[in-house]
């Protein structure tokens, strides 16, 4: 179905022969070794094949010039699995950019909310070590995430966040926030954080944004470098769920309709493409494992709900890749 769904995107008369787009966020760890929850799942172990990293980069389509590999958990993802640091370190011969496949790879180090207990002096000087890499080009993810977490470990989160932040601005790299915020007053503290620490032209990227339409205005007003960034979940049909609760018992803000004014309501040269795989694999494909491959999908529900041709959305938000990244 994945070589057929390539075969259908280039037969779209509003996609020029000479289309480049990205995947601005993806964890190759996990939709390598499957460690994520879904990796066991039926529909992924008996149904895609274990492929090596240069062969996952070689199933891509022409027209994507590669992806940034999020390696964020010290920890592991999985019981008997290296974490990403240290998947990370074991690979770093792939990102080599004078290879066919390593000319397609960058990465990020950071450490993500939900490892923010790890963040200590050697977990900086680690981050310090890895981020002097020539294809590293982002630190984090880091940031809060008050759903998955209940508010009494905020104080963990930002102490991370901050750490991370200031790190970003001192090595100039582009700073990659995590933010499940759930409440304007959560939106609010992670709003005065950035203002605190990140100079207002500074490259920022709000990863996989499912928060309030005015925060997200808000922060492109604040910091023009920065960049929102939306997954293979703005392709999901509801399902007649309402939002889920968090720890903290608030109900979360999400489904079809919260995604479309997202993106409706936002500029088309504000956004990125993203597929944050192996997670929310984008419609058809949901529940198998997401990879850099699947991010066009992306870029077609904003060129629908935009009302703009799929060329303009790939286009604007190469760009954007540019503008964050440097790549």
Known sequence: RYEADLERLQQRPDLPADARWFDSHCHLESILAR???????PQVAEHEPDLALPELV????????GCICNCVFRRPSKP??????KWLEANLHFFDASTEAGGKLWFSIGIHPHDAEHWDAEAEATVRRLAAHPRCVGIGECGMDLFKHSGGEL???LRAFRAQAKLAVELGKALVVHGRLVTSQNEQ???ETLQDLVPTDHPVHIHCYS????HALDLCER????RIGFTGAITFRDRGKAGSKGKGGTQEKKGEAHCQELVSGLPLERLLLETD???????PFRGQTAHPGHVHRVAERIAEWQGMPLGEVLAATRRSTRVVYGV
């Open 35 to 41: 460690t994520w929850r879904g990796g066991g799942k």
């Open 155 to 157: 104080e963990k989160q």
């Open 80 to 85: 008997g699995f290296p974490p990403e640091w």
């Open 277 to 283: 795989g192996p997670y929310m694999c984008p419609e």
């Open 223 to 226: 910091w023009p470098n920065l």
């Open 189 to 191: 503290i992670c709003f």
């Open 211 to 214: 928060d309030s339409l005015q």
């Open 58 to 65: 070689a199933s891509w389509p022409a027209g994507l010039d």
